[in-house]
C-alpha cells in the first residue's frame, strides 16, 4: 500500500513540476514579457522627474530649532563652569597622621568636653575596677585553659 501512495505522490509532483516548468508555461512567460515595449523604462524615468521637478525638498530651517540650540549652549556653559570651580576648588589639606604629641591638651580637653559621654567616664575608675577583675581572675579553672595545648 505504502507503494501505491509513493507513486501516486511521485506521479502528482511531476505533474505539478510539468505544469510549473513545462515547455508550454515557459513559452507564455516568454511572450507576456515580450510585450513589455522597448523604451518603457526610459519613459518611467522621465515621467518620475516629471513629477518631482515641481515639488520642492524642504531645506532644514536653524530658526525652527533657536530655542533648542540657545538652551543647549546655556546648559554646556553652566556645566562646564561648573566642572571647572570644582576643580579648582581648593580643599582643606588633613595630614595622613598625626602624632599625639602634636595635639595640644587644650584641643583635648575641649573635645572631650564637646563629647560629654566620654567627659563623664570617670577613666580611673573604670581601669582600677578592670585591673581588679583581671587580678581574681582563675587561671587554673578549665574554662580558661587553652584546649591547643599540651600539658
Known sequence: ??????????????????ALFGKEVLSKFEAHNRLVEEDY??????LIIKATKNKKAPLFKIGSYRKLAIAAALLTIVATTYLYLQKNRETETVPAYVKLEEIPISEMENYLNSNEALAEIDWQTQINNEVENLETLELNSPANKDSNKLE
Open 1 to 18: 500500500m505504502n507503494n501505491k501512495l509513493e507513486d501516486m505522490s511521485l506521479s502528482e509532483d511531476k505533474a505539478l513540476a510539468n
Open 41 to 46: 523604462f526610459d519613459r518611467q524615468a522621465a
